[in-house]
T-cell receptor, first 115, second 113 residues
Framework: AQSVTQLGSHVSVSEGALVLLRCNYS??????LFWYVQYPNQGLQLLLK??????LVKGINGFEAEFKKSETSFHLTKPSAHMSDAAEYFC?????????????FGRGTSLIVHP | EPEVTQTPSHQVTQMGQEVILRCVPI?????FYWYRQILGQKVEFLVS????????KSEIFDDQFSVERPDGSNFTLKIRSTKLEDSAMYFC???????????FGQGTRLTVV
């Protein structure tokens, strides 16, 4: 079974400050890991993903995340927050157990950016 | 760029009525999914569909729910007798063979009154 824990339902930062959204996962096999962003009243947009290879992955809008197997973590970071980054962020894991692909989502973290 | 499309974007229905939510997955994809997101809560898996049958379903996906791929392009979610607690955003997603990610539609907001 796979699961995702996102620490902090809300994260508040000032514009220009570092963004750090935490995600820890549980998976019985090597996982695929994802971050999705959801802007108000919109759908889920893929920010970035880790499947295999390089553990530091870069995504859209200046975000990146690092897969740390020893810590079972996949934290999302951005060096400098912008007002337009305010949104809900979801971490997801898939381990393709049983041959099918079913992403499991965390509860989400709402990113608030102050001027 | 290919995308998953969902219709309608918003549907209001009376409690006890049947609703059908429609999705057009990306054309060469083989795996199809429905998720829901109750307001303010996490995105929850409902069901996955492959090779014209349900491959997995969650405990949420009870006898009130059904899915169908009626014509090789659409993928529908039917709720037979809606309850107030069915009010949520419903997302359709699809993935290709050997894919490492699913592509999500924009969602249908269902409001049961």
């Amino acid at each position: 079974a796979q699961s995702v824990t996102q620490l902090g339902s809300h994260v508040s930062v000032s514009e220009g400050a570092l963004v750090l959204l935490r995600c820890n996962y549980s998976s019985s096999v090597p996982p695929y890991l994802f971050w999705y962003v959801q802007y108000p009243n919109q759908g889920l947009q893929l920010l970035l993903k880790y499947t295999t290879g390089a553990t530091l992955v870069k995504g859209i809008n200046g975000f990146e995340a690092e897969f740390k197997k020893s810590e079972t973590s996949f934290h999302l970071t951005k060096p400098s927050a912008h007002m337009s980054d305010a949104a809900e962020y979801f971490c997801a894991v898939s381990d393709q157990s049983g041959g099918s692909y079913i992403p499991t989502f965390g509860r989400g973290t709402s990113l608030i950016v102050h001027p | 760029e290919p995308e998953v499309t969902q219709t309608p974007s918003h549907q209001v229905t009376q409690m006890g009525q049947e609703v059908i939510l429609r999705c057009v997955p990306i054309s060469n994809h083989l795996y199809f999914y429905w998720y829901r997101q109750i307001l303010g809560q996490k995105v929850e898996f409902l069901v996955s569909f492959y090779n014209n049958e349900i491959s997995e379903k969650s405990e949420i996906f009870d006898d009130q729910f059904s899915v169908e791929r009626p014509d090789g392009s659409n993928f529908t979610l039917k709720i037979r007798s809606t309850k107030l607690e069915d009010s949520a955003m419903y997302f359709c997603a699809s993935a290709g063979e050997g894919a490492t990610e699913a592509f999500f539609g924009q969602g249908t907001r269902l409001t049961v009154v």
